[in-house]
């Protein structure tokens, strides 16, 4: 598609021409999101890469004397690529939380779209991939489109020095931006060029482990006897829940936390009433909105995973945990993880003695969507199957990770008074699965289920403490990251609540003593990020030789019926 150079062009038609080319593919590359949702929003900024790629295209058109239909193609093709990061890369944070990461988002794309087949009605599903094809094409067609009209108007010699000159001086502006002396970008996007070169980057440290061997820096040393969890009564069993999507923003965002203060108080109450105590601190996730596992495994390991590319190299490691820490000290290890749909060979890494995923909890009731297994029902077949203290056992060291408070926070199981019941085939009624079931999906509009779903949670816990969980128990509850910033807001921290339960003083006395308060209101100042919450517990799992933690001022832990309201 070769195209020679017009005998005397008229300059108006050509500046439309190149104008309106130059602008279709520019708007294709600044939009920004629009907030809350998973819209676009154009915006009346400049792409510093377009401006380079329109130099690299005239440079091509004068070597070539034109544009090749195939080259055309190719080009629209890539356009159209960078177009679709573009788009990744504005509204991750905005709906996730988080920065996009290709090789790690990928790996868990399909699972996405499994659960979001579950969420929708399958022809709903068919007219969205549709739609999505049919948009993409209509994309290429555009850009190229655009593409080969630039093409045809850089033929023209006499605008090329002029061209030339605008891109040196944008680049001069560019790269002249001194952060917090001297704004220069302030009519530019955010460049496309520093996201790529960062999933370059992850992508190169997996492909090349030995590279960044050092990346995760020291394990805790694991070396106490757990001393601190034996009582009069033995040792204790420590039930170690991640609360799925429970985040700071429950207590930071007014709303949020004057939604759920009735609940939380229920739950204060209930603590109190059996006999326990609760404390609570702030940590920072190592994740925002998603990726569960990297939260699990930091606590677990004691270890930073923010990186997610850390994540894979510490499961190929031979790091110890704290799952063959209590092994090692005569407990039952069992890691329960009903959201866990597929064979997961890298779970060996922790040491579970038992790790039950969905099929191997052996829950008998109805689906409750994607998460088919309500968190109540888990925790009732949790009890029944490991912390039942009818009989004479080791103690038990537990993790389970909850899934009923998951994005999209729908359907929300009732919550069943008779436990004995959810580890049966009749678990719920035909009419509650499907009236929960039947309860309207809402993407856009997240918070009113999620409220609903922490509540739910909230009144599980209360009810599990107060009339089954054995004794002596130790329940150290932490979320395992905020929720998406659909419903935790722009801006929000990644910080999440942790809350410990005992009814042993000594305890809950050396944790207030590391940064907890009374209560289950947190602190506003996190403790450290996720890793250092392992220490603090290490430490407080170990009893002090002379009674007291050393240099730690005693602090008796208030009844908790004194506590503040909704703490």
């Keep these: 598609m070769s195209v020679a150079e017009p005998a005397r062009p008229a300059l108006a038609p050509w500046l439309l021409r190149f104008g309106l080319a130059f602008a279709l593919l520019n708007a294709l590359l600044t939009f920004e999101n629009r907030w809350p949702g998973f819209g ?240 609570s601190a702030r940590v920072t996730a190592p994740t925002f909105g998603g990726a569960s596992w990297l939260s699990h495994a930091s606590l677990l390991a004691g270890v930073n995973t923010a990186n997610p590319a850390d994540h894979d190299l510490l499961l190929a490691s031979q790091r110890p945990t704290l799952v063959r820490h209590f092994a090692r000290h005569g407990y039952r290890t069992v890691g329960w993880m009903p959201g866990l749909k597929r064979p997961w060979p890298e779970g060996a890494f922790y040491g579970f003695d038992r790790l039950a995923d969905d099929a191997g909890i052996g829950y008998r009731g109805p689906d409750f969507g994607y998460w088919r297994i309500p968190d109540q029902a888990a925790l009732a077949l949790l009890q029944a199957q490991e912390l039942e203290r009818a009989v004479q056992r080791s103690p038990r060291f537990a993790v389970f990770a909850t899934t009923s408070t998951h994005a999209p926070f729908q359907p929300i199981a009732p919550f069943v008074a008779d436990w004995g019941r959810l580890t049966r085939p009749d678990a719920y009624t035909p009419a509650q699965a499907a009236a929960a079931l039947a309860a309207p999906l809402s993407v856009m509009q997240p918070l009113p289920p999620y409220l609903d779903s922490l509540r739910y949670q909230f009144a599980w816990l209360a009810d599990y403490l107060q009339q089954l969980a054995p004794r002596p128990l130790v329940m150290v509850i932490v979320g395992d990251h905020q929720a998406p910033a659909l419903v935790s807001g722009p801006g929000a921290s990644w910080d999440v609540p942790v809350h410990v339960v005992s009814d042993d003083p000594a305890l809950l006395q050396r944790l207030l003593g590391s940064g907890f308060v009374p209560g289950l209101a947190p602190p506003a100042q996190a403790l450290g990020p996720m890793h250092w919450l392992t220490r603090v517990l290490l430490k407080a799992f170990d009893a002090p030789g002379a009674g007291e933690t050393p240099g730690v001022e005693h602090v008796a832990v208030p009844d908790a019926a004194h506590s503040a309201p909704g703490s």
Excluded: K
């Design 40 to 279: 676009v929003l154009a915006m009346p900024r400049l792409s510093f890469e377009l401006c380079l790629a329109v130099v690299a295209l005239m440079g091509w058109v004068a070597w070539r004397g034109g544009l090749s239909r195939r080259a055309a193609t190719a080009l629209a093709l890539g356009f159209v690529a960078l177009v679709a990061v573009r788009y990744a890369d504005v509204t991750a944070p905005a709906v996730l939380g988080r920065p996009v990461n290709v090789y790690w988002d990928g790996r868990h794309a399909a699972e996405l779209a499994r659960a979001a087949a579950q969420a929708v009605p399958a022809w709903q599903m068919a007219a969205a991939l549709s739609a999505l094809l049919l948009g993409a094409l209509l994309l290429t067609g555009i850009a190229r489109a655009a593409i080969v009209a630039l093409a045809q108007c850089l033929v023209w010699t006499r605008p090329r020095p002029w061209l030339l000159a605008g891109a040196a001086a944008f680049t001069l502006s560019f790269v002249a931006y001194v952060p917090g002396q001297r704004d220069t970008r302030w009519f530019f996007s955010l460049p496309l060029a520093p996201t790529l070169w960062h999933q370059a980057q992850l992508l190169s440290r997996l492909w090349w482990p030995g590279a960044s061997g050092s990346a995760l820096g020291a394990s805790p040393a694991f070396g106490g006897d757990l001393s601190g969890l034996v009582g009069p009564h033995g040792p204790a069993d420590v039930l170690l829940v991640f609360a799925e999507s429970y985040g700071a923003s429950s207590f930071d965002q007014p709303a949020q936390a004057a939604a759920l203060a009735a609940p939380r108080e229920a739950l204060r109450q209930a603590i109190h009433a059996s006999g326990r105590h609760v404390i």
